[in-house]
């Protein structure tokens, strides 16, 4: 995983949340408070998770089955999520990711490769 800095200007109230947080010892840093509410929010809003997960996808950050999979989303509903948005889809996934989404999908259908 990468990490980039960002400067971050919150409203006051929520800045002062931010290092009340910290003071109380709930996090040791900023940066971990931050990745914790991100990952809240995900976790909370589907439709930040699918949005994200298609603009990583259409970037080439990550492959159709990682993209489905932060979305929470099975591979034939991930592709028709990207179609919905406009988004191409392109075929780099590996051999190996290929067999597995396949994999995936009996299973899924309750069948065994």
């Excluded at 931050?34 to 998770?49: G, T």
């Excluded at 592709?79 to 597995?100: C, F, H, N």
Aim: proline content about 3%; some cysteine.
């Amino acid at each position: 995983m990468s990490v980039s800095a960002t400067l971050l200007r919150l409203p006051g109230l929520l800045q002062e949340q931010l290092v009340a947080a910290q003071e109380a010892g709930c996090y040791d840093s900023e940066e971990e408070l931050i990745a914790d509410a991100v990952r809240v929010l995900l976790a909370a809003r589907p439709d930040v998770r699918l949005a994200t997960a298609c603009q990583l996808y259409k970037r080439g950050a990550v492959s159709l089955s990682r993209a489905a999979e932060l979305a929470g989303l099975d591979v034939v509903s991930m592709k028709r999520a990207l179609d919905e948005r406009g988004i191409t889809r392109v075929a780099p996934e590996s051999l190996a990711e290929t067999v597995a989404m396949a994999r995936a999908s009996l299973q899924a259908a309750g069948r065994s490769a």
